[in-house]
T-cell receptor, first 115, second 114 residues
Framework: AQSVTQLGSHVSVSEGALVLLRCNYSSSVPPYLFWYVQYPNQGLQLLLKYTTGATLVKGINGFEAEFKKSETSFHLTKPSAHMSDAAEYFCAVTTASGSARQLTFGSGTQLTVLP | NAGVTQTPKFQVLKTGQSMTLQCAQDMNHEYMSWYRQDPGMGLRLIHYSVGAGITDQGEVPNGYNVSRSTTEDFPLRLLSAAPSQTSVYFC?????????????FGPGTRLLVL
């Protein structure tokens, strides 16, 4: 079984400030980890993903995330927030094994960017 | 490519009514899935399909049926709508079952059951 916990359902940052969205996962086998973003009234779109290899992954719009196995974490960061980053962000996990590789989502973090 | 399309965008039903939410993709993706999104609960998997003629249940399948007669289409049927099925429904697809993490989402269908 796999699960995802996102700490903080709402995060507010000032424009230009660091963005940090937290994600912890649980998985009995090596995980594949993802961050998705959802803008208002739209579907989700992939921001970045970790499968194997380098643990620091870069995504679109200046976001990056680091896979830390010892901490079972995959936190999302961006050095400088922009107003256009306001959206809901979802962390998700699947595994590399098994015939039904379902994607399990966290409950989401709503990011507000203050002017 | 149109990507993943969903119809209708919004629907109001009365308790007990039935309806079908349509989903289509033009990317020749093998894997398709249906999620519901409720506040504070993220997305939960309803049903998924790994290819034409093959479907399976996800986390919350009760009250929903699916079929996959073609690669392109994956309709979701509500047999007898209940207020608890008020939600936003998303269809998604990915190239194969091994790339299920990289999914392409449709714009969603907002369903209100009175």
């Amino acid at each position: 079984a796999q699960s995802v916990t996102q700490l903080g359902s709402h995060v507010s940052v000032s424009e230009g400030a660091l963005v940090l969205l937290r994600c912890n996962y649980s998985s009995s086998v090596p995980p594949y980890l993802f961050w998705y973003v959802q803008y208002p009234n739209q579907g989700l779109q992939l921001l970045l993903k970790y499968t194997t290899g380098a643990t620091l992954v870069k995504g679109i719009n200046g976001f990056e995330a680091e896979f830390k196995k010892s901490e079972t974490s995959f936190h999302l960061t961006k050095p400088s927030a922009h107003m256009s980053d306001a959206a809901e962000y979802f962390c998700a996990v699947t595994t590399a094994s098994g015939s039904a590789r379902q994607l399990t989502f966290g409950s989401g973090t709503q990011l507000t960017v203050l002017p | 490519n149109a990507g993943v399309t969903q119809t209708p965008k919004f629907q109001v039903l009365k308790t007990g009514q039935s309806m079908t939410l349509q989903c289509a993709q033009d990317m020749n993706h093998e894997y398709m899935s249906w999620y519901r999104q409720d506040p504070g609960m993220g997305l939960r998997l309803i049903h998924y399909s790994v290819g034409a003629g093959i479907t399976d249940q996800g986390e919350v399948p009760n009250g929903y049926n699916v079929s996959r007669s073609t690669t392109e289409d994956f309709p979701l049927r509500l047999l007898s709508a209940a207020p608890s099925q008020t939600s936003v429904y998303f269809c998604a697809s990915s190239y194969s079952r091994t790339s299920v993490g990289t999914q392409y989402f449709g714009p969603g269908t907002r369903l209100l059951v009175l």
